[in-house]
């Protein structure tokens, strides 16, 4: 009867870990789609202030510079916007740029290096669990079977020395046997 539950576990565990692997891909597929969004948002955002900028000969940095060299704190605020709006802009990109450019490999840390909580729980908000048939989600589920099936290994080892581990039954009389064995043994 152990066996068979035994069995079941461990093909559950496999599977289950094949499945949530292939989330994965998923995940940071709709994660990219959702940056790509937000990049495409703040690009617009930058493309108005360098127009704002031009109208008087200025690039950027020189414009949003004014606004953080005036003394009235409105102008200030607004150039410190400005600002975080043009880092927020570069961080993105090169968010995006790095996720575009990885390997199926070395994706998973790309995505971990680079990524954006705003925009992660603005995707996992939107997720839904699905199956990809592509060889990226493919890795990803052999990954999860076998760590799946470790998984499963090391709870069911774990469980089995806790629960079936067995104590030595009248351990001083065997230690009393022991020595008066040793005893017998010895000429002197």
Same mark, same amino acid.
């Given at each position: 009867?152990?066996?068979?539950?035994?069995?079941?576990? =461990?093909?559950?565990?496999?599977?289950?870990?094949?499945?949530?692997?292939? *989330?994965?891909?998923?995940?940071?597929?709709?994660?990219?789609?959702?940056?790509?969004?937000?990049?495409?948002?703040?690009?617009?955002? /930058?493309?108005?202030?360098?127009?704002?900028? !031009?109208?008087?000969?200025?690039? %950027? *940095?020189?414009? /949003?510079?004014?606004? %953080?060299?005036?003394? =009235?704190?409105?102008?200030?605020?607004?150039?410190?916007?400005?600002? !975080?709006?043009?880092?927020?802009y570069v961080e993105l990109n090169e968010s995006y740029t790095a996720l575009q450019h990885s390997t199926v490999w070395t994706k998973p840390f790309i995505f971990i290096k680079h990524i954006d909580s705003a925009?992660?729980?603005? !995707?996992?908000?939107?997720?839904?669990?699905?199956?990809?048939?592509? %060889?990226?989600?493919?890795?990803?589920?052999? /990954?999860?079977?076998?760590?799946?099936?470790? /998984?499963?290994?090391?709870?069911?080892?774990?469980?089995?020395?806790?629960?079936?581990?067995?104590?030595?039954?009248?351990?001083?009389?065997?230690?009393?046997?022991?020595? %008066?064995?040793?005893?017998?043994?010895?000429?002197?």
């Amino acid at each position: 009867m152990w066996k068979l539950v035994a069995k079941t576990f =461990d093909r559950v565990f496999a599977v289950g870990g094949a499945f949530l692997f292939c *989330q994965i891909p998923l995940l940071m597929h709709q994660y990219t789609v959702m940056l790509s969004g937000h990049l495409a948002e703040s690009r617009r955002q /930058i493309n108005m202030l360098q127009h704002a900028a !031009s109208l008087t000969n200025k690039t %950027l *940095q020189e414009y /949003i510079a004014k606004f %953080l060299g005036q003394q =009235d704190l409105d102008f200030v605020h607004q150039g410190e916007i400005m600002q !975080s709006m043009q880092t927020r802009y570069v961080e993105l990109n090169e968010s995006y740029t790095a996720l575009q450019h990885s390997t199926v490999w070395t994706k998973p840390f790309i995505f971990i290096k680079h990524i954006d909580s705003a925009v992660f729980w603005d !995707s996992l908000e939107g997720f839904a669990p699905g199956l990809s048939l592509t %060889l990226e989600s493919l890795a990803y589920a052999l /990954i999860g079977l076998v760590v799946g099936v470790v /998984i499963y290994r090391v709870l069911s080892a774990t469980v089995k020395v806790l629960l079936f581990r067995k104590e030595p039954k009248n351990l001083d009389r065997q230690l009393d046997r022991h020595k %008066l064995g040793l005893q017998r043994r010895l000429p002197f």
